[in-house]
């Protein structure tokens, strides 16, 4: 009677441990659906942000063209060569600022897509699974010792 004592504690431990592997495995599992649903979700808002990005940047060429065009024509309709001197100044003058407003809008859209990133330090549980299998076990080898 007195070996059957070992045997079940034993089977016990191989028991625990058994249940515990399985446990990480469902959590990794868990995780692993949780991970693709999220990037999945990060997935469709990289997109949005890109078209929105890309409306945007149509929507500000569209309105640079339009008032490069007008002071051209203002300046042309008064005589002056919109080329040249002041004219072609002033038509350069807007061609930066809109640069510089791209600039910026692209440097927001960046910060905007690197927040988006998962952290790598996200948890999935399966250290901790492993850690309490060899602690279960090894309080088994402790009371076998014993």
């Known amino acids: ?79 002056v060569n919109p080329d040249q001197g002041s004219a072609g100044a002033i038509t350069a003058g807007l061609a930066q600022d809109a640069a510089e407003a791209s600039a910026e809008s692209d440097g927001a859209y960046a910060a905007r897509m690197a927040s988006g990133r998962s952290s790598l330090l996200n948890a999935d549980g399966s250290l901790t699974t492993w850690l309490r299998a060899g602690n279960s076990f090894g309080g088994a080898v402790r009371n076998l010792l014993d």
Do not use: F
Request: no cysteine; net charge positive.
């Open 1 to 79: 009677m007195a070996q059957l004592v070992p045997i079940a504690a034993v089977a016990g431990t191989a028991a625990s441990l058994y249940g515990t592997v399985r446990q990480g495995q469902q959590q990794a599992a868990s995780a692993k659906a949780q991970a693709q649903q999220q990037q999945q979700a990060l997935d469709v808002r990289q997109q949005q942000l890109t078209t929105a990005q890309a409306a945007e940047e149509r929507t500000r060429q569209d309105r640079l063209d339009r008032t490069v065009a007008s002071t051209r024509a203002r300046l042309a309709a008064s005589g």
